[in-house]
């Protein structure tokens, strides 16, 4: 890997999220070793975008494709020349030392799959003054964020904590690939943790690289996904012997709009 590796951000899109997009890829401008490449995954076609490389992959026939998108992104990435490939999701802003901090972790640990520290801002934060950003910062209590550029390798109790708005990997790192059979919202960060694990794929919290969500509304439990919830979760069950998401499904539950049946949940 050279000094100063070239590096991709992998960014899924849609039209919801061409504001936020927009910010992610002004503040990605500044730095020349990055190659942006968005992955369209609407029905529409894309807007114009200040990207080095924009990408089509079109919803099937359950919705978004957000694995084979991801799989698609990281494929381009590797072909453009890319050392080191990042994924970012669009209402994600990086912050100064999110690109530096992930390539010193992969020049560390090559094999591993990483992943840095997230804050959600608030409304009307400011996410283009790096000070502000840096004053806002306050990464989810859920997840561990170690000190600016420690290193800490995941337990196996913690690989269901990966998240893919923020992560990254080695173009010579050989983990699994996002399974393609999810479609629509939901279960394919985790099946992909319990993958890593399961192959013994070494997965890094990486201190400093912090990414920050932009603020957007969002339902919780997000009942517009109830359904791809629901489908996306018994195809896990089935493949791992356990439901992921059961914290919105008990939220489903208890508003009266899901119920278990046998291990399983389905509609009420």
Not at 103 to 120: D, K, M, N, W
Not at 171 to 185: K, L, N, S
Not at 221 to 229: G, K, V
């Amino acid at each position: 890997m050279s000094a100063t590796p070239r590096t991709a951000v992998v960014t899924l899109c849609s039209t919801p999220r061409v504001g936020h997009l927009r910010r992610q890829l002004a503040a990605l401008a500044h730095d020349c070793d990055a190659d942006r490449i968005v992955v369209w995954i609407g029905e529409d076609d894309p807007p114009g975008l200040d990207a080095d490389a924009l990408l089509h992959v079109p919803p099937g026939r359950e919705g978004l494709r957000l694995a084979a998108a991801r799989n698609a992104g990281g494929d381009a990435a590797v072909r453009r020349g890319a050392e080191v490939v990042v994924f970012l999701d669009a209402d994600c802003v990086p912050g100064p030392a999110l690109l530096p901090r992930y390539r010193e972790a992969a020049s560390r640990h090559p094999e591993a799959v990483l992943c840095g520290p997230v804050t959600y801002l608030p409304p009307g934060a400011d996410v283009v003054d790096p000070l502000a950003l840096a004053a806002a910062t306050a990464p989810h209590p859920a997840r561990p964020a170690p000190p600016d550029g420690v290193l800490v390798r995941a337990s196996d109790e913690e690989y269901p904590l990966f998240w893919s708005l923020s992560f990254a990997v080695s173009a010579a790192a050989q983990p699994p690939r996002f399974d393609e059979a999810f479609e629509g919202y939901g279960g394919e960060d985790t099946d992909y943790a319990f993958r890593l694990r399961k192959t013994g794929v070494p997965l890094i919290w990486v201190g400093g690289a912090h990414a920050y969500h932009q603020h957007h509304a969002t339902s919780s439990p997000p009942w517009q996904h109830l359904d791809d919830i629901l489908r996306n979760g018994a195809l896990f069950a089935q493949r791992w012997g356990e439901w992921p998401m059961r914290g919105w499904l008990e939220a489903f539950a208890e508003a009266g709009a899901v119920r278990r049946e046998g291990t399983g949940w389905v509609r009420a």
